[in-house]
């Protein structure tokens, strides 16, 4: 019908081996345009097959959620704990754009913090020191730290998110936080450059200054 056509399929070599074949068929004519049959072209994608396993497999055993997708932020691969982290199955999301889990107010930022990782792709934390939040399919949010991971293949860049869900963390923050508050002695945490970062009411009164 004129157009270019590629899959990837199995082929078998001379000694009977299977090999992975990445096919492009495409129409050939003559001059005057009349159809003269079609040309197939095919490339050994074997080892590309193997090493996309490879990755497959260490994705789906990591203890943590883990998300990969193109740079357009679409989702081409989740692991179980993906699945379990935001509420849905796999098959719900690949394919599907990466801004389905996060909350409406923070697409625009996401997006803009997406095309900025990839003008500069690096091994990092996204969004280091900003609080991030991922959603749910129930539409709740959750609290989570993200580590970005570039991989650059034949098809372009990809990129590998490790996902951790820190709501225990912040319920335990929020419970030390109650307990210092709470505390009849005047009570300030400072941080490694002597930086105050937490008082608490009494200590507001012994110095007289507001937190």
Known sequence: HGRVTTIETVRVDRDSRRMAVSLTVS????????????????????????????????????????????????????????ERLFGYQRGDLVGRS???????RYRIEHKNLRAGFSQVPETREMAKGREIYGQRRDGTEVPIEIGLTPIVT??????????????ERRHAEERFRLAVESSPNGMVMVNPRGH???VNAEA????????
């Open 98 to 104: 990466i801004d389905m889990l996060v909350p409406t």
């Open 27 to 82: 129409p050939l004519s003559d001059a005057e345009g009349r159809s003269l049959g079609l040309v197939a072209m095919a490339r050994d994608v074997t080892e590309r097959k193997r090493t996309e396993e490879k990755v497959r497999l260490a994705v789906e055993a990591a203890p943590t959620a883990m998300i990969m997708v193109d740079e357009s932020g679409t989702i081409l691969l989740v692991n179980t704990q993906a």
């Open 154 to 167: 034949q098809d372009g860049l990809v990129i590998l998110s490790s996902i951790v869900d820190i709501s």
């Open 204 to 211: 507001e009164r012994m110095f007289g200054y507001s937190r």
């Open 196 to 198: 105050i970062v937490l």
